[in-house]
């Protein structure tokens, strides 16, 4: 069993952010448990994949029991998974808040109860949210009740569980993106996705890793909510 290196949980990090941010702390030399639905085989001896739904409580537990039976600790987790149905309200369907409620909240609840319970054990540990900015800013042109929904509701219990951990050695922090450059963002629709930021572009995934590393490494900041929208929050 290893011990004398640190240890990150990464849910939908089977690609995009969640794929980046495997390798960048690999790169700081973390040992990591990596979840997605569809995740494939690592050759990596410190990279362990679990495949499953973070909104069945079994894929928590067993992404947790892997990290302590492989590697004996969990310093960090980032709750990462999250999907996005963007329709006007009052066509959403029960299927549509069914998915978004499992994922984006359930999976958080049961992968960060499972995780900080060992962080408990030993008195440290990190967690991060991706949240999105249409929590603080709402959009005409971005339909988006249950992202509020539900990612609002991830920066409510961020604060909550900062406060409630501050004095037990975790910290709890999130990071809210505005439109991130993906291949799920046609081409033709990126020059109008670019003008909904008043610095004039997408982010890009390094933006988000970037913004999650510093979390890392910033001791005395608990309870934030990290906002990397180029300006979006701040208003237009």
Known sequence: MM??????????AG???GAALVEAYRARNYRIVANSLSIAPSDDDAIVTVRGD???????ER????????FGRIDTLINNAGIFIGKPF?????????AMLSVNLGGFFH????AIVEMEKRGAGHIVQITTSLVDHASSAVPSVLASLTKGGLA????SLAIEYARRGIRVNAVAPGVIRTPMHSAEAHAELDAMHPIGRMGEIADIVGAILYLESAGFVTGETIHVDGGQAAGH
């Open 54 to 60: 973070v909104g069945d409580r079994k894929t928590a």
């Open 156 to 159: 409510a219990a961020t604060r």
């Open 15 to 17: 690609q995009g952010i």
């Open 3 to 12: 011990t004398e290196q640190k240890v990150a949980l990464i849910t939908g």
């Open 63 to 70: 992404v947790v029991a892997e990290a302590m039976a492989r």
């Open 90 to 98: 009052s066509q959403y369907t029960q299927a549509d808040y069914n």
């Open 111 to 114: 992968m960060t109860q499972c």
